[in-house]
């Protein structure tokens, strides 16, 4: 849910579940969208992209949905293990721009 | 291959000293990107270099520079340093000039101004 001031906000389930992360954009003009990982005291690290000419791409124990309608991004992580937790950022990229917009991001915790 | 690393890991400053941050990208990468990640926010766009050249800045003020030197490697310049500045300043590296280049980044320095 929504969080205030220095809090991200937080998705917390159970090993194996299914994790759902959210994100809405805000540039129409977005055509590029990226989800990192970023795990304690490390960088951000490339999880999966997709262009706006695709609607669902995956990957290996993730899914990435696009809804251009709503300018909402949300990233499906199957079989959730202990070591995804992490802070979960997306990014919106366009044409235009060389410079990805970042999400504040939302912290997972995967419970054992 | 190595990955885009960082130095220092942390760094202890006083306020209205001045800080320098330094990045090396993965090799072959020639652009550069500095942001800011101060607790609970998301990464900040601070500079993009490419081929040794600022092609552009986000919305921070001219205290904060940096350049990019002919091996590609970067350094970012705080000066006047304020409380504000503590933050984890990360680096990313691609290929060249494309909105759909990857970035990868470095670990990041720890930045506290006392």
């Known amino acids: 849910g929504e969080s205030v001031g220095l809090h991200l906000p937080t998705l917390s389930v159970q090993e194996g579940d299914n994790s759902i992360i959210n994100c809405a954009y805000s540039?129409?003009?977005?055509?590029?969208f990226i989800w990192y990982k970023q795990e304690s005291g490390k960088g951000p690290q490339f999880i999966i992209d997709?262009?706006?000419?695709?609607d669902k791409r995956q990957g290996q124990r993730v899914t990435v949905l696009l809804n251009k309608t709503v300018k909402h991004l949300s990233l499906q992580i199957a079989a959730t293990q202990p070591g995804d937790s992490a802070v979960y950022f997306c990014?919106?990229?366009?044409?235009?721009?060389?410079?990805?917009?970042f999400g504040r991001g939302t912290s997972l915790i995967v419970h054992p | 291959e190595a990955g885009v690393t960082q130095s220092p890991t942390h760094l202890i400053k006083t306020r209205g000293q001045q800080a320098t941050l330094r990045c090396s990208p993965i090799?072959?990468?020639?652009?550069v990107y500095w942001y800011q990640q101060a607790l609970g926010l998301g990464l900040q766009f601070l500079l993009w270099?490419?081929?040794?050249?600022?092609?552009n800045r986000g919305n921070f003020p001219p205290r904060f520079s940096g350049r990019q030197f002919p091996n590609y490697s970067s350094e970012l310049n705080v000066n006047a340093l304020e409380l504000e500045d503590s933050a984890l300043y990360l680096c990313?590296?691609?290929?060249?000039?494309?909105?759909?280049?990857?970035?990868?980044f470095g670990p990041g320095t720890r930045l506290t101004v006392l």
């Open positions: 990313a590296s691609s290929v060249g000039q494309s909105s759909y280049n990857e970035q990868f």
């Open positions: 540039n129409s003009a977005s055509d590029y």
């Open positions: 997709i262009r706006s000419n695709m």
């Open positions: 990014a919106e990229n366009s044409k235009r721009s060389y410079i990805p917009t």
């Open positions: 090799s072959g990468h020639t652009s």
């Open positions: 270099y490419d081929e040794g050249e600022e092609r």
